[in-house]
């Protein structure tokens, strides 16, 4: 409970560029995660193509072997490809939770300045 010995008078105008100077930092807070939202989606979207590359160059090889009997993929060449589609999907994943990290925090963030702006 308050005594009122804690409450220090302050001027409109100080009162203003303090709220001001806050809706600023939370802008920049926000923009920031914004910035770091959308360079995870294009991590994800390059590594959803590089997949997709990958695919297409695995069906490649087997339409070539297909064509000509003697061009097979190696069990090894098989086995590094699907190493790299294994670490691709690592990725993505974790691209992924950064990202939905990222928007929880961001909705924290949204969520205080709405409280901050409201007075409460």
């Given at each position: 409970?308050?005594?009122?010995?804690?409450?220090?008078?302050?001027?409109?105008?100080?009162?203003?560029?303090?709220?001001?100077?806050?809706?600023?930092?939370?802008?920049?807070?926000?923009?920031?995660?914004?910035?770091?939202?959308?360079?995870?989606?294009?991590?994800?979207?390059?590594?959803?193509?590089?997949?997709?590359?990958?695919?297409?160059?695995?069906?490649?090889?087997?339409?070539?072997?297909?064509?000509?009997?003697?061009?097979?993929a190696?069990?090894?060449?098989?086995?590094?490809?699907?190493?790299?589609?294994?670490?691709?999907?690592?990725?993505?994943?974790?691209?992924?939770?950064a990202?939905?990290?990222?928007?929880?925090?961001l909705?924290?963030?949204?969520?205080?300045?709405?409280?901050?702006?409201?007075?409460?």
């Amino acid at each position: 409970m308050s005594t009122g010995d804690d409450i220090i008078p302050v001027s409109w105008r100080e009162f203003e560029a303090a709220r001001e100077a806050e809706r600023r930092n939370v802008a920049e807070i926000a923009k920031r995660l914004d910035e770091r939202v959308n360079a995870a989606e294009d991590k994800a979207m390059a590594a959803n193509n590089a997949t997709g590359e990958l695919a297409q160059k695995h069906n490649d090889l087997i339409h070539s072997g297909e064509k000509k009997e003697s061009t097979y993929a190696t069990k090894d060449e098989v086995q590094r490809m699907r190493e790299d589609v294994s670490v691709i999907r690592t990725a993505q994943a974790k691209i992924a939770g950064a990202s939905i990290i990222g928007s929880v925090f961001l909705a924290v963030i949204i969520n205080l300045v709405i409280r901050l702006a409201s007075g409460s």
